[in-house]
């Protein structure tokens, strides 16, 4: 039914950036809230970024802003999140994440792909 698939992690130096992508399918993109989470190892999963469904509002964590950008291409049902400037401490597996379209901080997802690792060496 639902399907999220994110790719574009992998190993990056710090300072260096990264592209992820999530394709959806089994939804309309454009009915919800979109995302992004991460998950480090021994640790909880920590909200990233999240961008309305029509594109014109987005939110960011604090250890976040200002380095990562997300967007959304409604049409190709994909949600991208640029990383820039990236840290040792931004080393994580990178989760998508899909919600209500009212729920713009992403509180209560409702669908969730299934990860990929990006890992930042110093």
């Known amino acids: 039914q639902v399907q999220l698939v994110e790719s574009g992690g992998g190993l990056v130096q710090a300072g260096g950036s990264l592209r992820l992508s999530c394709v959806a399918s089994?939804?309309?993109?454009?009915?919800?809230?979109m995302g992004w989470f991460r998950q480090a190892p021994g640790k909880g999963r920590e909200f990233v970024a999240a961008?309305?469904?029509?594109?014109?509002?987005?939110v960011y964590a604090d250890s976040v802003k200002g380095r990562f950008t997300t967007s959304r291409d409604n049409a190709k049902n994909t949600v991208y999140l640029q990383m820039n400037s990236l840290k040792p401490e931004d080393t994580a597996a990178y989760f998508c994440?899909?919600?209500?379209?009212?729920?713009?901080?992403?509180?209560?997802?409702?669908?969730w792909g299934q990860g990929t690792q990006v890992t930042v060496s110093s």
């Open positions: 994440a899909a919600g209500h379209r009212q729920d713009l901080v992403l509180a209560r997802p409702y669908h």
């Open positions: 089994g939804l309309t993109l454009s009915s919800y809230t």
């Open positions: 961008i309305s469904w029509s594109g014109d509002r987005t």
